[in-house]
């Protein structure tokens, strides 16, 4: 497990399979994902498989000080040379949206993939009027890097992508030890 100062970060289990599958089946959990068909228990599954047997990729299940299973957090495109990762996360439980515990889940891992894994620089895509994502990310020190204009058809239009970024360098800046 890695320890963060509200919440736990622990390895995913095909237990934790239902809570994600019943997040990723509910419109309002996925509205601002990049995910747009229902998922079936199966499709969970292989998913799993697959995300195990690949390096490039690690993803963690987030924990309340409580024990409660209430996200993952994962990074995708490890690219081990350029020591650079894309970051996803997702608060499943709307009962605890809105509580600091993605911020604090963002905070542990930046500290576990620059002190333990030596990245570099760590990016995220987030929708350009999810004004709420975006004021989180920048409390935890990701900065605008550009935008990617109509790069997601969701919900009958087209959306701009922001990119963000944080580098090594600038997380002790962000509050973040």
């Not at 199966?42 to 995300?51: C, G, I, T, V």
């Amino acid at each position: 497990m890695i320890q963060g100062e509200r919440v736990r970060l622990r390895a995913l289990e095909p237990s934790d399979l239902p809570d994600y599958h019943r997040w990723l089946n509910d419109p309002e959990v996925v509205r601002h994902l990049l995910i747009y068909a229902p998922l079936s228990m199966p499709d969970e599954e292989a998913w799993y498989e697959a995300m195990r047997a690949d390096d490039s990729q690690m993803v963690f299940a987030i924990e309340t000080e409580t024990g409660q299973h209430i996200g993952n957090l994962g990074l995708m495109h490890i690219n081990w040379k350029d020591r650079t990762a894309e970051l996803g996360i997702v608060i499943g439980e709307k009962s605890q949206w809105g509580k600091g515990y993605g911020q604090g889940a963002i905070r542990t891992m930046l500290a576990f993939v620059f002190g333990e894994m030596n990245l570099n620089r760590i990016y995220l895509r987030v929708y350009a009027d999810h004004a709420l994502a975006i004021n989180a990310y920048r409390k935890c020190g990701f900065v605008e890097e550009g935008r990617l204009r109509q790069d997601v058809y969701s919900e009958g239009t087209y959306h701009d992508m922001l990119v963000m970024g944080i580098l090594k360098q600038e997380f002790p800046a962000a509050g973040s030890t």
